[in-house]
């Protein structure tokens, strides 16, 4: 993670970073984060109970709220704690415009330059700015908006050269920091023009898009590593677990890992999804159980019960077990299941 977090650095030296840590640091936690971390400007997260953990941790540099607050009673906490806070509609304005505060709260007033989930349209964002601008408790006031294609600058129905252009429309004339680059577009843009830049899945050894991790040096964060528990031998047309759907074209060693999706492997993840076992590529056979899944030993030699199994991490890409299974490796990660041990490095 601290060797992911250098290459964001690499990607826009001029600029300072807000770490992504939400969804308790993608499945990897606070604890571990906030050491990897340590050398990040600042942190950015969804959960305020997740914000105050830091503090209580010991980050005493920002923390910044991605999604703000949602009520009036949060902003208190936020002033004596010190966390900044996106605003994104009239509402959050609203609330502060109506708080009576003794410590002021710096802001991320956010513009909605075309993926059209939070902020305020270019056209409305100056008024917004103006009425924070007039509020005594309100600190700084930076700017932020989200890319819907980083990962595809030039997507026909939203490239990121125009949601560039609205914001530096919407935004002229206002002076505040800037922060919009999220991990696709410090990867391959540079960082763009910012104050600061939020890496999130970049920093856990994953891509936003079809990129590969490797071809940016990144290194994966998360290994997740099971057994073999037994060992069964199917001949041709025998199936292999619910719905049969795996059915053996030749004589198969079929191995049981004790892993299944109430541990956070997907489901639906197909026949044929990569796997190792004692660091040999083979496949998923069949479909994931709540508690095991099957694995082709046949071209595994010396394979059996205790063999080691990789279902991502350390030679097996999580991107690339995410695109086979039809999902993203944000996903896998922020899956796992609170009963699967974890054992930070």
């Not at 009576?100 to 075309?114: E, F």
């Not at 939020?198 to 050894?205: A, E, F, V, W």
């Not at 004589?251 to 076992?277: E, F, K, N, Q, W």
Request: hydrophobic letters at 45%.
């Amino acid at each position: 993670m601290r060797h992911n977090l250098g290459i964001a650095r690499s990607k826009a030296p001029q600029a300072k970073i807000w770490a992504i840590v939400k969804a308790n640091a993608y499945g990897h936690g606070l604890t571990a984060a906030m050491r990897a971390f340590d050398s990040a400007e600042g942190m950015g997260l969804i959960e305020i109970d997740g914000a105050l953990r830091l503090r209580e941790l010991g980050w005493t540099r920002p923390i910044l709220l991605l999604e703000g607050f949602f009520d009036a009673s949060d902003l208190p906490l936020l002033a004596q704690y010190g966390i900044e806070s996106a605003v994104h509609n009239v509402e959050q304005i609203a609330m502060l415009e109506s708080a009576h505060l003794t410590a002021p709260i710096n802001v991320h007033l956010k513009m909605n330059t075309g993926m059209n989930r939070l902020g305020f349209t270019p056209q409305a964002f100056a008024a917004a700015h103006a009425r924070l601008r007039a509020i005594p408790w309100v600190g700084k006031i930076a700017f932020m908006t989200h890319f819907a294609n980083a990962d595809d600058a030039f997507h026909e129905n939203l490239p990121l050269a125009e949601q560039l252009r609205r914001f530096q429309e919407g935004s002229k004339g206002l002076v505040g920091e800037v922060n919009i680059a999220n991990s696709a577009a410090t990867l391959l843009n540079n960082g763009l023009n910012g104050a600061w830049i939020r890496p999130g899945i970049m920093l856990y050894g994953a891509t936003p898009g079809g990129s590969s991790a490797a071809e940016f040096n990144l290194l994966p964060a998360m290994t997740l590593e099971s057994r073999i528990i037994a060992v069964q031998q199917i001949t041709l047309g025998e199936a292999v677990g619910y719905g049969s759907r795996f059915v053996a074209d030749a004589s198969t060693t079929v191995g049981v890992v004790a892993c299944g999706y109430a541990d956070g492997y997907p489901r639906h993840a197909p026949d044929g999804t990569p796997i190792l076992v004692d660091g040999v590529r083979t496949r998923v056979l069949g479909r994931v159980s709540m508690d095991m899944l099957m694995v082709d030993l046949t071209p595994v030699k010396g394979a059996g019960l205790g063999s080691r199994v990789t279902l991502w991490g350390n030679g097996l890409p999580i991107d690339e077990v995410a695109n086979a299974a039809g999902t993203l490796g944000y996903e896998l990660m922020c899956a796992v299941s609170p009963r699967v041990p974890m054992i930070e490095a």
